[in-house]
């Protein structure tokens, strides 16, 4: 059964800091979506890692994805409040199940 | 429409009753799925649509549980005899076809209180 874990759970960070968010799954996929989540609103798709090595950036946040350790990351540069959010790594299973695990979520607080 | 859109928003109910959560996918999707998000969790997959039919169910929690797309776009989750523990919020979310590479999009949830 595939498993997807994150890590931190929670994080409060100052603003201007740069900070590190790790996912990781245990079987084999290529395939690995970030999502962000506001409280009490839906998920917003933020990347789409479709192959090992793969790196994408928007703003302040970049991801990468590495299938042979089956990890992501998710790299806050410089952190604002506007980022503070719940943020969501999901791993598709393939082999047709078209199925997304989610992992538990990092809740980033960003202080003023 | 624009997006995916569920309604209601939100629902009380009291234990054992019956519910119907309904969903409106992006026009000419044609993959629809259906999660549920406990809180402070991560949404956990129910069971997804190629069409009219429901391709893969595995992910309903037990018998009370169903959902139906009888003429492919919209979606009602149905929950019967509903227990405390079934409180959530059930997301709703589709795409062009399953597996679409860009991933789904999701609606807003419908979150489910049961009293």
């Known amino acids: 059964e595939l498993k997807v874990e994150q890590n931190p759970l929670f994080l409060s960070m100052q603003e201007g800091k740069n900070y590190t968010i790790y996912c990781n799954y245990s079987?084999?996929?290529?395939?690995l979506y970030w999502y962000r989540q506001d409280p009490g609103k839906s998920l917003e798709s933020l990347f789409v890692?479709?192959?090992?090595?793969a790196v994408k950036q928007e703003g302040r946040l970049m991801a990468s994805l590495d299938t042979k350790a089956r990890l992501s990351t998710l790299h806050i540069t410089a952190a604002v409040h506007d980022l503070s959010a719940t943020y969501f790594c999901?791993?598709?299973?393939?082999?047709?199940?078209?199925?997304?695990?989610f992992g538990t979520g990092t809740r980033l607080k960003v202080l003023a | 429409g624009a997006g995916v859109s569920q309604t209601p928003s939100n629902k009380v109910t009291e234990k054992g009753k019956y519910v119907e959560l309904r969903c409106d996918p992006i026009s000419g999707h044609t993959a629809l799925y259906w999660y549920r998000q406990s809180l402070g969790q991560g949404p956990e997959f129910l069971i997804y649509f190629q069409g009219t039919g429901a391709a893969d169910d595995s992910g309903l929690p037990n018998d009370r549980f169903f959902a139906v797309r009888p003429e492919g776009s919209v979606s009602t989750l149905k929950i019967q005899r509903t227990e405390r523990g079934d409180s959530a919020v059930y997301l709703c979310?589709?795409?062009?076809?399953?597996?679409?590479?860009?991933?789904?999009?999701f609606g807003s949830g419908t979150r489910l209180t049961v009293v």
């Open positions: 890692l479709l192959s090992n090595g």
């Open positions: 999901a791993v598709d299973m393939g082999s047709g199940t078209y199925k997304y695990i």
């Open positions: 979310a589709s795409s062009l076809y399953p597996g679409v590479l860009n991933g789904y999009t």
């Open positions: 079987t084999t996929s290529d395939r």
